[in-house]
């Protein structure tokens, strides 16, 4: 099963408006990641929160985390048509020797102009 | 600065057939990974490659092989390949797996008939 899921697997929102996404994960971290997806395209690296940090701000990118809940929040602000894409969350998780980067299922962001 | 190249873009392969996708980045990074693409699943990894002459199996590996050529690249091998491994691949490489910042490849979309 995958570590992390995002919440809601879909948003629809007006430009302008705030679009908040939700990532829940099952184990222990050293960080959490976020990574935006254009349609057809690769993954591009947004923020890196590490466990010992609450709140990380990055242009209009604000992202929690509750390492108590096992949970983390993205929140794009006064959001604009360009900003429609996936997002996606990723854990790191240690076995075989090795961290490795997980992922989630996404949230699919619709921004409306 | 070309950052994560994949080759091909598109491919349609026949049942049974092989084919090798191709994986090379330009920054000098010491990790590698390969991972699917599959509608409402996320990303799964495949296989990865802590560092050049290694590497170990993911989350679905069946089916797959790969090598680390040098520290540039990292090729994914379908031996035969089968309808079920439609999918978009995603090559990735990042400093220190799971720590840092990943950079991702555009894709390769692969169809299986």
């Known amino acids: 099963s995958q570590q992390g899921e995002e919440d809601p697997q879909a948003l629809s929102i007006q430009e302008g408006e705030n679009a908040t996404m939700n990532c829940s994960y099952k184990t222990s971290i050293n960080n959490l990641q976020w990574y935006r997806q254009n349609s057809g395209r690769g993954l591009v690296h947004l923020i890196l929160i590490r466990s010992n940090e609450r709140e990380k701000h990055s242009g209009r990118l604000r992202v929690t985390l509750d390492t108590s809940k096992k949970s983390s929040s993205l929140l794009i602000t006064a959001s604009r048509a360009a900003d429609t894409a996936s997002y996606f969350c990723a854990t790191d998780m240690f076995s075989g020797g090795y961290n490795k980067l997980i992922f989630g299922a996404g949230t699919r962001l619709a921004v409306h102009p | 600065n070309a950052g994560v190249t994949q080759t091909p873009k598109f491919q349609v392969l026949k049942t049974g057939q092989s084919m090798t996708l191709q994986c090379a980045q330009d920054?000098?990074?010491?990790?590698m990974y390969w991972y699917r693409q599959d509608p409402g699943m996320g990303l799964r990894l495949i296989y990865y490659?802590?560092?050049?002459?290694?590497?170990d199996k993911g989350e679905v590996p069946n089916g797959y092989n790969v090598s680390r050529l040098n520290k540039r690249e990292f090729s994914l091998r379908l031996e035969s390949a089968a309808p079920s491994q439609t999918s978009v691949y995603f090559c990735a490489s990042s400093e220190e797996w799971g720590n840092t910042e990943a950079f991702f490849g555009q894709g390769t979309r692969l169809t299986v008939v």
């Open positions: 490659s802590a560092s050049e002459g290694t590497t």
């Open positions: 920054m000098n990074h010491n990790s």
